[in-house]
């Protein structure tokens, strides 16, 4: 009795072990259902464009991930792109294709002073 609960707990744990897991690995994948699909963006985006991206999980992980170096953002305004979810491995476009003072080293200090 003490080996079949013993085996049980233990397919329980490897199977969660191998959901938790497999759930990290997911949201690690620049994947297109995970935030705003850049290919599926202009190549010139405005606050207008991006307001049509407002699902639950565009909200979430917005750009985070994403590559968006060949777009220009210099029309979107600074309380839009400042709403936007992001992390270290967002790649951004040139400073001239972002919107004026849209500091990012300034943004990403404030985020790792607040932690």
């Given amino acids: 009795m003490l080996k079949k609960i013993v085996v049980i707990l233990s397919v329980v744990v490897i199977i969660f072990g191998v959901g938790v897991l497999g759930f990290y690995k997911f949201q690690q994948l620049n994947h297109p259902y995970l935030g705003i699909n850049p290919e ?28 968006i170096e060949q777009k ?5 305004s600074l309380s839009v792109i400042s709403n936007i979810s992001f992390d270290q491995s967002t ?19 404030m985020i790792f002073f607040i932690k």
């Fill in 40 to 67: 599926k963006l202009p190549r010139v985006i405005t606050d207008k464009i991006l307001e049509k991206h407002n699902s639950e999980r565009e909200t979430t992980y917005g750009f985070s991930g994403k590559n």
């Fill in 72 to 76: 220009d953002m210099s029309q979107v």
């Fill in 91 to 109: 790649k951004w476009p040139a400073k001239d294709k972002l919107p004026k003072g849209f500091d990012l080293s300034l943004i990403i200090d």
